[in-house]
């Protein structure tokens, strides 16, 4: 997001904003973590760059539009986690940056199962 203001502009970076989207999901309960990807993990390691696990987003004048990828606890109803988590993280992004989430896409990629800790392995592996 770009404002031009009276005295000067104000700019809200990809990785604010899949910050707050990223933390925003894993504060809905149901939702045991983000999932990586392999794809991102090979970023990562090749661009040094801290990339935001599990979330994508993309950023224009006024709207955003993410992807998330989540593991979910299993016994929970995954489509209202998800309707839950998609209302959670536009209320968040659209509170605290002022942009319009024009989409909040999920992708499951796993299930956790109690008392199971998830291993790096398991986070970033694509099922």
């Known amino acids: 997001m770009t404002e031009d203001l009276q005295n000067g502009m104000i700019r809200i970076?990809?990785?604010?904003?899949?910050?707050?989207?990223?933390?925003?999901?894993?504060?809905?309960?149901?939702?045991?973590?983000?999932?990586?990807?392999?794809?991102e993990g090979l970023a990562k390691r090749l661009s040094g760059k801290n990339v935001q696990k599990g979330?994508?987003?993309e950023v224009?004048?006024?709207?955003?539009?993410?992807?998330?990828?989540?593991?979910?606890?299993?016994?929970?109803?995954?489509q209202e986690v998800c309707r839950?988590?998609?209302?959670?993280?536009?209320e968040a992004v659209e509170n605290m940056t002022g942009l319009n989430v024009v989409e909040?896409?999920?992708?499951?990629e796993g299930v956790a199962f109690k008392g199971e800790e998830l291993t790096e392995d398991m986070q970033l592996r694509v099922k």
């Open 13 to 39: 970076s990809d990785d604010v904003v899949s910050t707050i989207a990223g933390l925003a999901a894993l504060e809905t309960p149901g939702i045991s973590a983000m999932s990586g990807g392999i794809s």
């Open 104 to 108: 909040v896409n999920i992708k499951v």
């Open 84 to 90: 839950v988590l998609q209302d959670n993280v536009r």
């Open 60 to 78: 224009g004048q006024l709207e955003a539009a993410i992807d998330l990828r989540i593991i979910v606890q299993y016994g929970i109803p995954i």
């Open 55 to 57: 979330v994508t987003v």
